[in-house]
């Protein structure tokens, strides 16, 4: 039983902002969101994660809306080495899975 | 620049044969994970080790997989016999467990069984 759903694909310009959507209307109150990426023939590459507030790295901005049930992935300014598959992961509190499902293909064009 | 190593990276056997691979996982970490990709079943975790014990195989064939951690620099993710049906990216990942626990994956074993 999937815990997110994403969206299977989105294109995004490049030097643009690339906003990646995840639902996760089930997530418990002991549960971390977890973003991770995957580009092609490469293993797959932790970006952020976040409980309940706003949290940003060098790569990306995490969202979580009020109450938990989604999120959204910014990244602030798309290269082409940003093309890959995002995976949105809800896992909880010392939960040593990460359970993948299909993420959002996202293509960074010209 | 720490990272996951594997090896071997690409590996062709005929079905039957038995294939190893192994991972180095980054110094100082506690858990290891090995996943198998397919495009029919995506990324499926199929090992658990902290501190070098088992913890989690149930994604494992039992009956030709096995999964090891010699010690704390090398895990070995042995099939024997192979079948085609295993022919696959494998991957293995190292993290310092506890809250965060993120887990840091290596550049994958492309295994096909002809």
């Known amino acids: 039983d999937a815990k997110t759903t994403q969206p299977t694909s989105m294109d995004c310009a490049e030097g643009r902002a690339a906003n990646l959507p995840c639902n996760h209307s089930t997530i418990s109150g002991n549960e971390y969101v977890y973003w991770y990426r995957q580009i092609h023939s490469q293993g797959p590459q932790y970006i952020i994660h976040?409980?309940?507030n706003n949290e940003t790295n060098e790569m990306a901005s995490l969202i979580i809306t009020e109450d938990r049930k989604s999120s959204t992935l910014i990244l602030p300014h798309a290269t082409l080495r940003d093309t890959a598959v995002y995976y949105c992961i809800v896992r909880g509190y010392n939960d040593y899975k990460l359970s993948f499902g299909a993420g959002t293909t996202v293509t960074v064009r010209a | 620049d720490a990272r996951v190593t594997q090896t071997p990276r690409h590996k062709v056997t005929e079905m039957g044969q038995e294939v190893t691979m192994r991972c180095q996982p980054i110094?100082?970490?506690?858990?290891v994970f090995w996943y198998r990709q397919t495009m029919m079943q995506g990324l499926e975790l199929l090992a658990y080790?902290?501190?070098?014990?088992?913890?989690?195989d149930s994604g494992m064939p039992k009956d030709r997989f096995s999964a090891e951690m010699p010690d704390a620099t090398l895990a070995t993710l042995k099939i024997q016999p192979s079948e085609p049906r295993d022919s696959a990216v494998y991957f293995c990942?190292?993290?310092?467990?506890?809250?965060?626990?993120?887990?840091?994956f290596g550049p994958g074993t492309r295994l096909t069984v002809t």
């Open positions: 110094l100082g970490h506690n858990t």
């Open positions: 976040g409980l309940k």
């Open positions: 080790f902290r501190n070098r014990a088992p913890l989690d």
């Open positions: 990942a190292s993290g310092l467990g506890g809250v965060y626990n993120e887990q840091y």
